[in-house]
């Protein structure tokens, strides 16, 4: 017994130590992840117990692997939408050939029947022709015969001279009347005959014609098979990238969840850009503006209060209602241990005009989710009370309404105007915006890794902490 006694006492000694050497791997591997990595979402799940620099670096890292399978997912629905565009256009040139082929395949059928008509008629000419000719000949053969008749048979035959001389004449206008028909007939067969010829080239070039649509046809359908091959593979290989973005996007709500708690807090540069950024992903809208907009609602976030004596002082019963309601919530959600206690609302900051949070929203713009604001956050943060007191909720909230509010109005004024409809409001926040573009293009992104002493200068003069 006593020889295991120091087996168990070195054990003893170990068992601490195995969970800190855990979340130090844990902590090892979120700093060297990759997107290549299996097991992000493992990690996500254990990432809390590591430093706060730790879970940043990790979040930026999963954030742009999220990025990037969303821009492959963009590019692929930007493809398909193009493949059935293309589609659709194929579809619309294969129904016009259709319709010419049909079209020519009646001309031509009625050429056919217009031909046979000719040749009939041809036909019946020549046989009249042939008619003609043998009453023709049947009257010169008789003009003949009188011709070579004796002067004794003529008085033998006929009454007198004149009646004889009469039969002649009469022969002879039989022979002009007959050559005359026949000359009409002849005229008729030309005529029949040379639309017969017209006909038949303008058969054969609808023919022809025809051959060249066909073609078309079949060259149109190869295309088509081609665009609905392409439809098939992209449609394979879709949904695991979508899955992937699914899993990435809870993966960095895990983590969002374990940085609520400095968001909440202080603030940094640091943490302003990686939200913004994220906002921007999220939603679409530019760093810039958002800076921008952020600049003139809250000065940065360092600016959340004007109204003295608690929100009842400064909104009217309708806000102040929802205000009630919204922080009814955020109690249950986040209690009153934090910077802001959600549970006494009349502690909480609020504007003069009665607004709220980092991005300064009013209560009823929010509770009624005018163009977004809070299902945008929902939609963000799967699980958590959308928030305007926690900076990442509050910055999606507003990306989410200026974007939607874009979409409706089509121009970044009219977008701006409807979160703060002021003419000052608006010029000011194209001021910062345009400053915040141009820092954005000197810097190569909205980022501290910047050598520009104007953007330095500009960052320390409101007196945020960088990281």
């Known amino acids: 017994m006593r020889r295991f006694l120091p087996i168990v006492l070195i054990f003893s000694l170990l068992v601490p130590v195995i969970p800190a050497v855990l979340a130090e791997d844990i902590c090892t591997q979120a700093k060297n992840i990759t997107c290549e990595n299996k097991n992000i979402g493992e990690i996500s799940d ?20 999220e990025s990037e399978v969303r821009s492959q997912v963009e590019d692929i629905e930007k493809k398909e939408r193009s493949a059935e565009w293309y589609l659709s256009k194929l579809n619309l040139d294969i129904r016009y050939l259709n319709y010419e082929i049909a079209n020519l395949n009646l001309s031509i059928s009625q050429l056919e029947s217009e031909i046979k008509k000719r040749e009939e008629a041809i036909r019946e000419l020549d046989q009249a022709l042939e008619h003609q000719k043998s009453i023709l000949s049947e009257a010169l053969r008789q003009v003949y015969e009188y011709d070579i008749t004796s002067y004794v048979e003529v008085l033998l035959g006929y009454d007198s001279l004149s009646e004889f001389g009469s039969k002649l004449m009469e022969m002879d206008k039989i022979q002009i009347e007959l050559r005359a028909a026949m000359s009409e007939i002849q005229k008729a067969k030309d005529k029949m005959e040379t639309e017969k010829v017209a006909m038949e080239k303008d058969m054969e070039e609808k023919s022809e014609y025809k051959k060249v649509q066909e073609y078309s046809k079949y060259s149109i359908v ?16 879709k949904p695991p990238l979508e899955q992937q973005m699914i899993l990435l996007g809870e993966a960095m709500a ?10 909440e807090g202080d603030l940094t540069w640091a943490g302003i850009f990686n939200t913004v950024n994220m906002a921007s992903r999220i939603t679409g809208v530019k760093p810039a ?12 976030g360092t600016y959340l209060s ?25 109690c249950k959600a986040y209690g009153s241990g934090g910077r802001f206690n959600y549970c006494k609302p009349e502690t909480l900051p609020v504007s003069k005009a009665g607004a709220m949070g980092f991005a300064q929203i009013m209560p009823s713009t929010f509770e009624w989710d005018i163009y977004g604001c809070k299902s945008g956050i929902k939609a963000a943060f799967p699980g958590q009370e959308p928030n305007p007191y926690l900076f990442d909720h509050a910055m999606v909230g507003m990306a989410s309404y200026i ?65």
């Open 403 to 467: 974007g939607n509010a874009y979409k409706r109005y089509g121009n970044e004024d009219d977008a701006i105007l409807a979160y703060n409809r002021s003419g000052t409001y608006l010029s000011n926040v194209k001021e910062y915006t345009e400053l915040w573009t141009y820092f954005i293009k000197e810097c190569g992104g909205l980022t501290l890794n910047c050598s520009n002493p104007e953007f330095k200068a500009y960052i320390e003069s409101f007196g945020i902490p960088v990281r």
């Open 254 to 263: 895990k983590i969002q969840s374990y940085l609520s708690f400095w968001f």
């Open 289 to 300: 503006l958002l800076m921008g907009i952020l600049r003139a609602e809250s000065v940065y």
């Open 306 to 330: 004007s109204c003295s004596g608690g929100y009842k002082n400064c909104m009217n019963s309708r806000e102040a209602k929802f205000f009630e309601q919204i922080t009814s919530r955020l």
């Open 222 to 237: 190869a295309k088509q098979d081609q665009q609905e091959y392409l439809l098939q593979k992209l449609a394979a290989v």
């Open 46 to 65: 254990k990432i809390n117990k590591c430093p706060d620099d730790v879970i940043r670096a990790f979040y930026n890292t999963v954030s742009k692997c």
